[in-house]
T-cell receptor, first 113, second 117 residues
Framework: DTEVTQTPKHLVMGMTNKKSLKCEQH?????MYWYKQKAKKPPELMFV???????INESVPSRFSPECPNSSLLNLHLHALQPEDSALYLC????????????FGPGTRLTVL | AQKITQTQPGMFVQEKEAVTLDCTYD???????LFWYKQPSSGEMIFLIYQGSYDEQNATEGRYSLNFQKARKSANLVISASQLGDSAMYFC??????????????FGQGTILTVHP
């Protein structure tokens, strides 16, 4: 089973709101990823967690705060976002942070008003 | 750093025909891998096929196959017997094989494939 789940599917928030995106996998993978994707563009890596520790932060603004509570869960906490942060947010996981295949979830479509 | 180039912004194919989506890459790594993903309008990135640089055979997975030409640094995706459900954006991607960005996927710009009935 190569399933990564993400909730919610859609999220609309104001610039002063605080919200969280959730990602879950039960494949025993030890690496998890957050990507941001604008329309008709390739995904851009934001964060990587390896064995529940933050491994890569691609200079993402502090209004995005990742959290990995355990090896199956990955959260992305959002606060004081800007309209330009509106995008599709994709979560992925892989066996390890190596050349292993990354399996993606269905994404959360975020709109910031 | 890796570089992936997909030169076809859009491609059209008739149902049941084969289509080739181009991907060229540049890397200084001796050992590397290449992935193809499909992204329908719903947004999910679906893994299709993987090719390792030392694999002796071109990868195949059902109707998907890779035309891997290492000397030309190309890894083109061939979809045989196209179906209407194949209409989607297709991305070629390569992970960083070392350094602080180990595992980071670099994507091409993507190709939008439209299958006509």
């Amino acid at each position: 089973d190569t399933e990564v789940t993400q909730t919610p599917k859609h999220l609309v928030m104001g610039m002063t709101n605080k919200k969280s995106l959730k990602c879950e996998q039960h494949m025993g993978h030890r690496a998890m990823y957050w990507y941001k994707q604008k329309a008709k563009k390739p995904p851009e890596l934001m964060f990587v967690y390896s064995y529940e520790k933050l491994s890569i932060n691609e200079s993402v603004p502090s209004r995005f705060s990742p959290e990995c509570p355990n090896s199956s869960l990955l959260n992305l906490h959002l606060h004081a976002l800007q309209p330009e942060d509106s995008a599709l947010y994709l979560c992925a996981s892989s066996q390890d942070q190596t050349l292993d295949t990354q399996y993606f979830g269905p994404g959360t479509r975020l709109t910031v008003l | 750093a890796q570089k992936i180039t997909q030169t076809q912004p859009g491609m059209f194919v008739q149902e049941k025909e084969a289509v080739t989506l181009d991907c060229t890459y540049d890397t200084s790594d001796q050992s590397y891998g290449l992935f193809w993903y499909k992204q329908p309008s719903s947004g999910e990135m679906i893994f299709l096929i993987y090719q390792g640089s030392y694999d002796e055979q071109n990868a195949t997975e059902g109707r998907y196959s890779l035309n891997f030409q290492k000397a030309r640094k190309s890894a083109n995706l061939v979809i045989s017997a196209s179906q209407l459900g194949d209409s989607a954006m297709y991305f070629c991607a390569m992970p960083d094989a070392g350094g602080t960005s180990y595992g980071k996927l670099t994507f091409g710009q993507g190709t939008i494939l439209t299958v006509h009935p």
